[in-house]
């Protein structure tokens, strides 16, 4: 009986853990489509064309903050305190490729949309995102 009871624990606490999973990849969180689904219990702050400054009580699903044109160059930070749940801010390529977003982030768009978007589950927290715009120089041949 001893011999069992020990497999036994370890197979009941394998499943356990196996339940218990944080989810870290972005693509889990993402937009399945370019249309924002967003639930909140609170929002506070603004966007403007320079930045964001927001805060959040339990966010579900996404909220568009930017979308940024191709032939420029973006310097990006980001600030971020999550209080609970998951809260990120990511961008999402015109190949509709997720990076998430941390500190200073330098893009270069060259093709399409880009979109900077808050994402959440169950996440509540602040948010702060400086945005920087410039041209790109494009070389003559």
């Known amino acids: 009986m001893a011999l069992l009871l020990k497999p036994l624990c370890l197979i009941v606490l394998l499943l356990t853990l196996t339940g218990c999973t944080i989810t870290t990849d972005p693509s889990a969180l993402e937009p399945r489509d370019d249309t924002d689904e967003t639930s909140y219990e609170s929002r506070t702050g603004s966007v403007t064309e320079d930045g964001a400054c927001l805060q959040y009580r339990n966010l579900e699903g996404n909220e568009t903050l930017y979308v940024l044109t191709a032939n420029h160059t973006y310097t990006i930070d980001v600030q971020q305190r999550t209080d609970e749940g998951e809260l990120r801010v990511v961008m999402i390529d015109s190949f509709d490729r997720v990076q998430v977003l941390r500190e200073r982030n ?34 003559n041949g």
Not at 110 to 138: F, M, P
Request: glycine fraction near 14%; charge should be negative.
């Open 106 to 139: 330098v893009i270069e768009c060259l093709h399409g949309d880009y979109v900077i978007k808050v994402i959440g589950k169950g996440g509540s927290g602040t948010v702060s995102v400086s945005l920087e715009t410039r041209d790109l120089a494009i070389a």
